[in-house]
């Protein structure tokens, strides 16, 4: 079945505060098979909330609402409510007495706000909302249900859980989705689409959906499906997933939640390797990648962010006639720079990196975004020359992303 | 004057992503007087679009929207929209050449999907996309202008800022918006609050708005006012900003768009000062900070990434009975880091770090989250214990930040 969902409040709407109550709230609706077909963020006054909840209440039969609620609100959202499913408000005493334990155990005072607050609808059902002093609230009328919550995340996620979940549960009988989501790295989202074209297109045919996910360097692909057998379809699922495993092996580095520095630190961990970075462009970029992860300790000991040539000399032992005769954008620059950290840093591989990020600095021969990217152990090194933008960011981003890419591969023997 | 967004994408519908275009896209809108009243996110289909976009339209005479364009897509937002304004679909060659220019140039090959990307609206604007294969589209109807940009964040908020946001301010008459934004780091945002609570309360008689824009580590305060008469907003807003660096002298950094990192490397700039990092925890961060600044070559030598013990002792030069006798996370380790990578790096002044990010790794003297800074020259060293969170890289991104500001108070004699 389908659902809406309408986040109230003016803050998301000059940008001050991102949303993040809607995208958690579908991931839990998805799970037990309801799909969210729209979301709307409205003002947080009587004719933008009405006009929204008619716009939601005329696609489906479930409408959740965020936000408008609280102490400090008018209760424009509750009184907008109620007048529109035709409930009366009236004092709630139930409601007064939590309101009253909530404040008085922190040892504050009730305000008059406080006591607005217990005017409630008449004929609602009431949300237990442990974590604040608004409940939240269910109405229904003709079969349609609409549940209006606090937007405190915490509040909301407290009454979507214990409250709001299990009643529609009990109440609608509904689909289950199940997803599977295959990441990978190294390779653009339309070649990928043009490699697994003929896959894409088998799809249809279970009602599969897939979804392209990029982000710099990598792209996660997502495949959903909807049915009443959960066995089933995870059957399903998991045939598809080893089709598209077989068509693009080499970029997949990891399934699910999986960052892809996790993925790379499991390469190095499960093989007991170590590996140290010597970065000048990319300014530490691929150090902190590594070190984002927990226990990277196990197999990073270091680098060395040399941009200044001297230190690329002195630390790192690069021939002084080579950055003279090949510059430090270079190939031989960045071989010996890989010897130099493997020798420093005493790890199994290293990284190097050193490229014009921009957005200035670059020569006609070798133009902003020229990066030059070794891989390697004391027997063998990779080089590769990247040829990038002007963004200074986006070419730090991806160089960093490329980098750990082409030693995994390297590791692992692709 | 008002806008609305329309987000396309089933991502956000599922929880996959959350959506954040839509607040950078408010923020930016509302510098330049426009109100953003609705957002809508809908499905990536005809059906869904042309509802939200019709809903939108009769609601303003501004639209945006984000998403459903790209080279995997089936091009349903782009002519969805094409066929509600009444314009025919043709192939257009300079797209065409721009995208074949973006996908050559990295040595890929183009794909059929890549061609059908430059079948473009006819009647439309294009507005150029330096970052992406998918121009922004300007469409333009009875005084009502719909934006439509992909929604990849670096591509939109390259059309909007290069784009979209020159052209609306040429087209529509706005009402002055004037804000002006200052920039603190090193005090909590209540803290803030706290200490220019009167000043708060003088703005409401000028109708000066003041938020409170947080980030790890930061708070941005942007004041906004709106009026007829800019010259006489300015001269009002020149007075507050004036009162409020008097309040919080030492916590502002910086005003309007500048970042912290410039503001940091601004200082050492002018002063013709040099630094480096040493960094155990941090991995990297602090130096990728440093030089996420163009121009960063002029001030920043280098760094040691010193994970491994055997780094800070045959690297920086730590004395192994300091380590063994107070720790690697100890004040006596990051002086002696601070001492090691001067020598190394022949900088004027340097940074160390030594911690445990977390969120495992902590002992009952040292729990997770103890991190020491210490900051120096030759002559004096200044050091700090942090007692922060289990989150390692909420962790690592503030102690990267107080690290620079602790090495920037202390240049600038505060």
Redesign the interface.
């Known amino acids: 079945m389908n659902a809406q969902i309408i986040t109230i409040g003016d803050e998301?709407?000059?940008?001050?505060?991102?949303?993040?109550n809607?995208?958690?709230?579908?991931?839990?609706l998805?799970v037990v098979g309801i799909?969210?077909?729209?979301?709307?963020?409205?003002?947080d006054d009587r004719e933008?909330i009405l006009s929204?909840v008619n716009?939601a209440l005329s696609q489906g039969d479930l409408v959740f609402t965020t936000g408008g609620l609280g102490p400090t609100k008018d209760d424009i959202t509750k009184k907008t409510l109620a007048d529109l499913f035709g409930f009366p408000m009236a004092f709630h005493q139930p409601t007064y007495d939590i309101i009253e334990y909530l404040i008085t155990r922190h040892g504050r005072t009730l305000t008059e706000a406080h006591k607005a607050q217990a005017l409630m609808p008449v004929g609602i059902q009431h949300l237990e909302n442990q974590m604040g002093t608004a409940p939240g609230m269910w109405f229904e009328k003709d079969g349609k249900v609409l549940i209006s919550m606090p937007g405190v995340p915490y509040e909301m996620k407290y009454i979507m859980e214990h409250q709001a979940i299990p009643k529609i549960k009990a109440k609608f009988k509904t689909k289950i989705i199940r997803?599977r989501t295959v990441l990978t790295v190294g390779q653009?989202?339309?070649?990928i689409?043009?490699i697994i074209a003929d896959f894409e297109d088998s799809l249809a045919k279970d009602n599969i959906?897939l979804?392209?996910?990029?982000n710099i360097g990598k792209v996660r692909l997502?495949l959903?499906v909807t049915g009443d057998d959960a066995t089933a379809l995870d059957a399903l699922l998991d045939v598809k997933v080893e089709k598209l495993k077989a068509l693009i092996p080499e970029y997949i580095f990891g399934y699910g939640k999986t960052s892809f520095e996790e993925a790379f630190g499991e390469i190095l961990k499960s093989r007991n390797l170590t590996v140290a970075?010597a970065?000048s462009?990319?300014?530490?970029?691929?150090?902190?990648k590594?070190?984002?992860i927990?226990?990277?300790?196990h197999y990073?000991?270091?680098?060395?962010?040399?941009?200044?040539n001297?230190?690329k000399i002195?630390?790192l032992g690069v021939n002084p006639m080579t950055l003279k005769n090949h510059g430090a954008v270079s190939e031989q620059t960045v071989r010996e720079m890989v010897q130099g950290v493997l020798n420093?840093?005493?790890t199994d591989y290293a990284i190097a990196v050193s490229g014009i990020?921009?957005?200035?600095g670059g020569t006609p021969e070798k133009p902003v975004g020229t990066i030059w990217v070794a891989v390697g152990n004391h027997k063998e090194i990779r080089t590769h020359k990247l040829?990038l933008?002007k963004?200074?960011?986006?070419n730090?981003q991806y160089t960093s992303t490329f980098a750990l890419n082409f030693l995994r591969r390297m590791i692992i023997g692709i």
Not at 13 to 19: S, Y
């Open positions: 998301i709407l000059i940008g001050q505060i991102i949303d993040t809607s995208a958690w709230m579908a991931q839990q998805n799909s969210v077909t729209e979301i709307i963020t409205c003002k933008s929204a716009r997803h653009g989202e339309s070649k689409a043009e959906k979804a392209y996910l990029p997502r959903s970075t970065e462009c990319t300014g530490g970029l691929i150090a902190h590594i070190t984002s927990s226990g990277a300790s990073f000991h270091g680098s060395v962010i040399a941009y200044d001297r230190i002195n630390v420093v840093m005493e990020a921009g957005p200035n040829l933008s963004d200074r960011l986006k730090i």
